[in-house]
């Protein structure tokens, strides 16, 4: 599976990665390795198989609901980067 | 006094117990190891130094008065991915540059309720991406062990949990938390000499560990000695609430299962991980096992795995496509890195961009690839049909036998630089991928050298919440093994 350049520029939009005409190249061949590789996978007939959802035998858990956890916004946005009264700042989104 | 560095776990515990030492006293003298060597290691990436004193001196208050918990006084060092209040949290990425949570892990709460000290974070691959820790935003950690023969070329400790193995190889701490989604704790606990066992998936809570691929991420204990592990685990796992995963079973008494003898246990051998150009030296290893189980009692089946080759690529499908999932939150606005623009979105990429090194990009972006529009069913769906042929086998398999015997890694420690092709590298993973698709436990154990003096380890896979009996048979391993070497000191 080649993987070309519009590729892995659509891929990276997608991911929220910008990538440098160098990085670019670079990932075409990697990702096209990587995936050349998984190919192998194409040879296991997997008719009928249902695909896992949970490794281990467990049933969901539910819990009450109630609020078990919150009202402290100060430590929410204790990391922000960029911050005023409790709210994280970012430029601009809508016009 | 002897150098309190040297006492394993257990001889801690009962040294503190009886007041030979105080847990002041190995705190510090764990401290001044750690000053002393950690510019030539690089292990740790961040020693609390107030935090670690102040620990140990409430646990003296404690001992003094006869109390304190299983783990009281003893030092240990934290894997980075583990949430650490106040304390820097960062999976060793640039991207989350300054973090410092405002909680703890459920795991390693569990220690410091049990009266562990902390003596600092630890290095690793980023976000736990990478088998020989090269991956890491704050540099690679050494290994303290070398070629035999006067070859003096620094050696990987193998990844993700690369700092854990070299602190508990290099007697930085007692034991150290690691983690393992594919082998990252098997692998570096082989490359360093040390005992590492990854739990069945659900044994410990994965609330405060950061992400990387939660169907497969498990965290579990690096240490010097199979009873050490044992002592470790018992204090890590628990039923969590916070984790809907983490199953609510009582946890055993690990420590009682070391030192039981394995006569009349089944041990699997399975054909399919006799590899193609696989070493002589981690065959004949692995016939020696074999041996030692026998002497012991044990009787030996040979059993078969048949998609054992399907599920290193099944892996590196699941767990990038987890993994591009898990790390879309670092985008620059609640925590960590941010690289400023007026457009939102340009901000977003440009932080990713710089904050992610090589190997983390290339798997967000496989794992973007896989999981788009047009390629879901022929990746994704496709590999976790494989993964539920892969526990078939491993279900078939224990229906026979009660625990499997396979290598820990197709190799010793290399060095690095010396593997550049990211299939070459996910290789190293190989013997261990296959436990993690199944949540099965597994762990690994210091069986001998290679012919250039480097440890090798045998692993130990069992069935699903039965870390017992791969105590019980580590710890004959350990004991016919007799494996008491150390690297030379050169740091």
């Known amino acids: 599976m080649a993987v070309d350049e519009a590729t892995v520029r659509r891929i990276a939009r997608l991911a929220r990665i910008s990538v440098s005409d160098d990085e670019a190249k670079a990932l075409q061949g990697e990702l096209s390795t990587i995936l050349d590789w998984v190919e192998q996978l194409n040879e296991v007939d997997v008719e009928g198989v249902e695909p896992m959802t949970s490794v281990v035998e467990v049933s969901m858990k539910m819990r009450d609901d109630v609020v078990a956890d919150g009202e402290c916004p100060d430590e929410v946005t204790a990391n922000a980067p960029a911050k005023e009264d409790h709210f994280f700042m970012v430029p601009k989104v809508v016009e | ?491």
């Open chain 2, 1 to 491: 006094m002897s150098d309190l560095t040297e006492l394993n776990l257990a001889e801690a515990r009962d040294g503190l117990k009886t007041k030979a030492f105080s847990a002041r006293e190995i705190t510090d003298a764990y401290l001044s190891a750690i000053d002393a060597s950690n510019p030539a290691l690089n292990a740790y990436i961040s020693v609390t130094h107030d935090q670690a004193r102040a620990m140990a001196d409430a646990s003296d208050e404690k001992l003094a008065k006869g109390e304190g918990g299983t783990l009281e006084g003893i030092p240990l060092g934290i894997k980075d991915l583990f949430a650490t209040k106040g304390v820097h949290t960062q999976a060793c990425s640039h991207i989350l540059d300054g973090f410092q949570p405002p909680y703890e892990s459920t795991v390693t709460s569990n220690l410091w309720r049990d009266g562990a000290v902390m003596l600092g974070k630890l290095n690793m691959d980023e976000f736990a991406m990478g088998s020989s820790n090269e991956t890491s935003y704050y540099g690679n950690v050494v290994n303290p062990w070398r070629r035999s023969g006067g070859d003096n070329a620094a050696l990987v400790p193998g990844g993700s949990s690369g700092g854990s193995a070299t602190a508990t190889s290099a007697h930085l701490c007692v034991a150290a938390t690691g983690t393992d989604t594919g082998g990252s704790i098997r692998q570096p606990a082989a490359f360093t000499g040390l005992v590492g066992i990854k739990p069945t998936y659900g044994r410990c809570s994965r609330w405060g560990i950061v992400a990387f691929a939660s169907s497969l991420d498990q965290a579990g204990p690096l240490s010097r000695t199979v009873r050490d592990s044992a002592i470790m685990l018992g204090s890590m796992a628990s039923h969590d609430p916070k984790d809907t995963t983490s199953v609510d079973l009582p946890v055993p008494d690990y420590e009682a299962a070391v030192g039981r003898d394995v006569r009349g246990l089944k041990v699997g051998i399975p054909k399919e991980y006799r590899l193609d150009g696989m070493p002589g030296e981690i065959e004949t290893l692995w016939q020696q096992g074999v041996e030692w189980l026998k002497q012991a009692g044990a009787e030996i089946v040979e059993v078969s795995l048949p998609y054992t080759k399907y599920a290193l690529p099944s892996y590196y499908i699941v767990a990038p496509a987890e993994a591009s999932s898990n790390l879309a939150r670092y985008d620059g606005v609640r925590y960590g890195l941010r690289v400023p623009d007026d457009d939102v979105i340009t901000m977003y990429e440009k932080t990713r961009s710089e904050g992610f090194g090589p190997e983390v990009k290339r798997r967000v972006m496989i794992g973007t690839y896989v999981l788009s529009a047009g390629y879901y069913d022929a990746y994704y769906l496709k590999a976790q049909k494989i993964r539920t042929l892969i526990k078939r086998d491993f279900e078939k398999a224990f229906a026979d036998v009660d625990v499997l015997l396979t290598p820990t890694s197709p190799n010793a420690a290399f060095a690095p630089g010396e593997i550049t092709d990211p299939v070459t590298m996910y290789l190293n993973d190989i013997f261990t991928v296959t436990v993690n698709m199944a949540g099965l436990p597994g762990i690994s154990v210091p069986a001998g050298l290679d012919g250039r003096g480097l440890p090798l380890g045998l692993q130990l896979i069992g069935k699903a919440f039965d870390e017992e009996t791969l105590f019980r048979t580590a710890g004959v391993l350990e004991e016919s093994a007799g494996f008491t070497a150390r690297p030379e000191k050169w740091w």
